[in-house]
């Protein structure tokens, strides 16, 4: 499925939080979206999502303005989303199948199937019957993760889904992510997994101002304008990949 966003823009008390930004998301692409905090990747995403009305531009899903389109096609995992009803985490998960259900179509094995696998992608089968406020700040982003994988999507909006994550989950989630073959456009802060991504858009102050391979993007010159930091590259002996370390511009 193809997301197109044309000329989107978001004021707030005639301050743009996003101002004109352009972007067609690729079928099957994993689109990493990075730049400084405030810099608008949130509030580019929840546009992208269909959360929140852009005040001037809009979003196409196969060429379809969004808001035609039923909203079980797109799934947002949000940078803090909170639930605070007590439920479990296997309920939480299911949530994830609300677009599915009508009248015509109650709750039936396929959408218990699709919250099972959900829960064993993120490596929560064993805390499924848990209450979910007391899971952990990693464990309930995984949840999060896992309902929006449950919902299956045809486009996966993810924002900073790893920031709570211990190594060998971050690593797992973007694993995941890239392997689902899904249409992705994930928030990253750190770049060496930005890397991994199939394109960058990079945001500054609202304005998307580059968008290319990663290679091509995260340039010393781009480094510096956008994150004011520079880079040394270091090549990784295992598999010749290139691994930045950053250090402060003065
Ligand atoms: N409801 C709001 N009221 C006031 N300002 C807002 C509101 N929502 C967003 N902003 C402002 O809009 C700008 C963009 O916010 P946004 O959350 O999109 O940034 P971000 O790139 O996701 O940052 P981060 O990396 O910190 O998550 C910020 O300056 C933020 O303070
Ligand atoms: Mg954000």
Redesign the pocket.
């Known amino acids: 499925m193809m997301l197109i966003a044309r000329d989107l823009t978001r004021r707030?008390?005639g301050?743009a939080?996003?101002a004109g930004v352009t972007l067609d998301i690729r079928p099957a692409e994993m689109l990493g979206l990075i730049?400084?905090?405030?810099?608008?990747?949130?509030?580019?995403?929840?546009m992208l999502a269909g959360l929140v009305r852009p005040d001037g531009g809009q979003v196409a899903l196969d060429g379809r303005p969004l808001r035609t389109m039923p909203a079980r096609h797109i799934a947002l995992v949000a940078?803090s989303a909170e639930t605070s009803d007590r439920i479990t985490v296997r309920d939480a998960v299911a949530l994830g199948r609300t677009p599915w259900l009508d009248a015509l179509r109650p709750w039936s094995p396929a959408d218990e199937a699709h919250v099972t696998q959900a829960l064993a992608r993120v490596d929560l089968a064993h805390l499924a019957g848990r209450d979910w406020s007391t899971l952990s700040g990693g464990e309930r982003q995984r949840a999060h993760i896992a309902r929006a994988l449950a919902q299956a999507p045809r486009i996966l909006l993810l924002?900073?889904p790893t920031n709570h994550l211990d190594i060998r989950h971050q690593l797992a989630i973007l694993d995941l992510v890239g392997g689902l073959g899904l249409t992705t456009v994930i928030?990253l802060?750190d770049l060496n997994q930005a890397m991994r991504c199939d394109r960058l858009a990079v945001?500054q102050a609202?304005r998307l101002v580059a968008l290319g391979p990663p290679d091509r993007i995260l340039t010393a010159d781009l480094l510096a304008r956008v994150f004011q930091v520079r880079a040394s590259t270091l090549t990784d002996p295992q598999d010749g990949s290139r691994v930045m370390r950053f250090h402060p511009v003065v």
């Open positions: 707030l008390r301050r939080l996003v730049g400084p905090n405030g810099s608008g990747k949130s509030t580019l995403l929840r940078q924002d900073e928030a802060h945001m609202g």
